[in-house]
């Protein structure tokens, strides 16, 4: 943005110093005033420390090669004209030093020789640092639209349920990787999917980028959650390598009753009733997406009961084999327990900040939380509170598993 539009947007823009002492400045103290603002404190600092050791220790010649340290670190914090500005500056106080100790002209003549190559090679490097400061603005700006693009925004509430999603990326400039998730209302209820491709870089983006558009369209069209799973499937069967597969779990999440849930090769995903954690293992396992040709299991809709009060979390593997200095694994189940609230978007926040901690500032693989809850309804009858928890301890029975032996089979 340019500087009159901004000011034609700011009526009232804030001035760091008077209107009246802007125009008495004479073109000499504008130009110092802007080779100020273009460099930093440092380089100079450190030119000036070393005229103050000589004015005190009276070693001029052996102090004097020193001051190309101001414009060589100038070149790495400041911008090109910064970088002369300090080279000036320490060339004018080196002459004054040899002039104070009466040096040599040959000596002297060495010493600003070496002050200017440094001052010259600092600036063509503060120009190349700037520039590839803009690309990668540009790159990270791309990548951002691109995440946006591929991995939306998702409310805080959707339908009947709100809804909460964290993801973390594993290289830190990149925005998007090879974990993948989406949220989609649709006429049949909200569909949601979380998956992770095989692979790391641009290949597993356009991998992502392909299962995420197609479950997009499918959700909205196909009235059976299956048929959403193999709509995926042919797609990925098309264009993916011998190789090359995708574990997810989809979701189906009609306003009322249970939810409904074809798992291929993921995670089991996370059910927590009551304050307590357990997991929703598969009845009927089913290869990842892309490798159905290569077995004779095809995948089979799962009903879970899902009561007022209850949330669902899918995550990636990126999570749960994150590892601490000592190669523990991250006990999710805990970390759920422990953070857990009535407030999805908290819940995820604090789990994220723990899984932090855990490895230690930064994850080494891509990780996607997305956290689902069914808020309680007030003024529930008894009768169908009952016959809630007699669904539900049919669902227990039939498809989940405690939380600690999920643990148990991770540390496995």
């Not at 590839?132 to 991995?151: K, N, P």
């Not at 339908?159 to 649709?186: C, H, K, M, N, W």
Request: hydrophobic share 45%; charged share 20%.
């Amino acid at each position: 943005m340019s500087h009159a539009r901004q000011h034609g947007r700011d009526r009232s823009p804030i001035r760091p110093y008077p209107r009246g002492t802007r125009r008495s400045w004479s073109p000499r103290a504008r130009a110092v005033a802007h080779w100020a603002a273009e460099t930093s404190a440092l380089p100079v600092l450190i030119v000036c420390v070393i005229v103050c050791i000589d004015l005190l220790a009276g070693t001029g010649r052996i102090w004097l090669p020193l001051l190309a340290t101001g414009p060589a670190l100038a070149a790495a914090t400041s911008r090109p004209r910064g970088v002369l500005g300090v080279g000036l500056l320490a060339s004018l106080l080196g002459a004054g030093i040899a002039y104070r100790h009466d040096m040599a002209f040959a000596h002297l003549a060495v010493v600003l020789a070496a002050l200017v190559t440094v001052t010259l090679a600092g600036t063509l490097a503060s120009a190349l640092r700037a520039r590839r400061e803009r690309v990668l603005a540009a790159v990270r700006s791309v990548a951002e639209t691109a995440q946006h693009a591929l991995l939306q925004p998702v409310p805080e509430t959707v339908g009947p349920f709100q809804v909460a999603v964290r993801y973390s990326a594993a290289a830190a400039e990149a925005r998007i990787g090879g974990d993948l998730y989406a949220l989609v209302p649709t006429p049949y209820g909200v569909r949601m999917i979380v998956g992770d491709v095989r692979g790391k870089g641009l290949p597993a983006v356009g991998t992502a980028a392909l299962v995420l558009g197609v479950f997009r369209e499918a959700a909205y069209d196909e009235p059976d959650l299956l048929d959403v799973v193999c709509r995926i499937e042919r797609s990925l069967a098309r264009n993916l390598g011998g190789d090359d597969f995708v574990t997810a779990v989809v979701v189906g999440c009609p306003g009322t009753g249970p939810l409904e849930m074809v798992n291929c090769g993921h995670a089991p995903p996370l059910l927590v009733r009551d304050a307590e954690v357990a997991a929703v293992e598969t009845e009927h396992p089913a290869p990842p997406l892309g490798l159905r040709a290569l077995s004779d299991d095809s995948p089979r809709l799962q009903v879970v009961p899902f009561d007022d009060g209850d949330q669902l979390l899918l995550y990636t593997d990126g999570v749960t084999e994150a590892r601490d200095a000592d190669r523990a694994f991250y006990p999710l189940c805990e970390g759920v327990a422990r953070h857990l609230c009535d407030e999805p978007d908290r819940t995820l926040a604090a789990l994220h900040e723990d899984l932090l901690d855990h490895v230690g500032g930064r994850l080494h693989d891509d990780a996607a939380l997305l956290l689902l809850r069914k808020p309680a309804v007030a003024g529930a009858g008894q009768a169908v509170a009952g016959a809630g928890e007699s669904v539900t301890e049919a669902g227990k029975s039939a498809a989940v598993r405690p939380a600690a032996d999920v643990d148990d089979a991770t540390a496995a």
